[in-house]
């Protein structure tokens, strides 16, 4: 499947396409398919920066418009995070507006002929955009949440990464590793000696991140790496395969 060639400035984060080359783009496809990266501006513990789940939702998205002829969109940058308000710099915005923004978005994208719009969510707390998506599907509007566990699970085999998707829950070795490889100049000194497990966080969503660590990670960090990174971005690339077919198969069926 060849991608779609999109353009991107400032890092990678903004697609730089002219509305020309979005039109020849459109012209050699039966069904224009959108990607959203949803990121957050949350704490990432003392080595890894606000924009963490953002730069990842990107990559990710970068990779698939690499892969498949897709529209490529800007990120949403600030999301629910209120599990971080503990910890300087994070800001969040309520689940009503993450989504009335994606929906906003999805229903801008169909009046210009744009009928399927793909979620790239880069972080787990925007539990929101699992709703976003069941509700429009429902009406029969085309909507898909990417990545799935199952996808992430994939990636972590393919990529050798040691840890569990439980215990690598924020700042931990998946992050870490993809930001060595996408970015890896915004990592600051000492994600080699943050690791920090805490399995057990039942009560996570009463008592928040600073309930179960003092530092903001939870996971292995110090297990990173760029080789890692940049087969855990290829292999949900690989995985994005499903979904595009998914949206753009006349029956509606994979």
Same mark, same amino acid.
């Given at each position: 499947m060849s991608g779609s060639g999109a353009r991107t400035a400032?890092?990678?984060l903004v697609p730089a396409d002219t509305t020309e080359e979005v039109r020849t783009r459109a012209a050699g496809v039966s069904t224009q398919v959108a990607v959203l990266p949803v990121g957050s501006f949350e704490q990432h513990g003392p080595f890894l920066p606000l924009a963490t789940d953002t730069l990842v939702a990107c990559a990710v998205a970068r990779?698939?418009?690499?892969a498949y002829p897709v529209h490529l969109l800007p990120p949403? %940058?600030?999301s629910c995070s209120h599990e971080h308000a503990a910890w300087a710099g994070t800001v969040?915005?309520?689940?009503?507006?993450l989504h009335a923004v994606v929906s906003d978005i999805a229903a801008s994208l169909r009046r210009s002929g744009v009928d399927a719009l793909v979620v790239v969510n880069g972080h787990g707390g925007n539990y929101v955009l699992?709703?976003?998506v069941q509700e429009s599907s429902a009406r029969g509007e085309r909507m898909a949440l990417f990545p799935a566990a199952e996808d992430w699970e994939e990636a972590l085999r393919r990529a050798?990464?040691? %840890?569990s998707l439980l215990t690598d829950m924020h700042a931990g070795e998946i992050e870490t590793s993809i930001l060595l490889h996408a970015h890896p100049e915004l990592l600051r000194p000492g994600y080699e000696t943050s690791d920090f497990v805490a399995?057990?966080?039942?009560?996570?969503?009463t008592l928040g991140m600073s309930g179960y660590t003092d530092s903001g990670v939870i996971g292995r960090p110090s297990l990173g790496s760029a080789e890692k990174g940049k087969e855990l971005l290829a292999s949900l690339a690989d995985s994005f395969g499903a979904y595009f077919s998914l949206l753009t198969s006349t029956d509606g069926r994979a």
């Open positions: 400032a890092g990678g990779e698939i418009a690499a949403v %940058t600030i969040s915005i309520s689940s009503v507006t699992g709703n976003v050798g990464v040691a %840890t399995d057990d966080r039942r009560h996570l969503l």
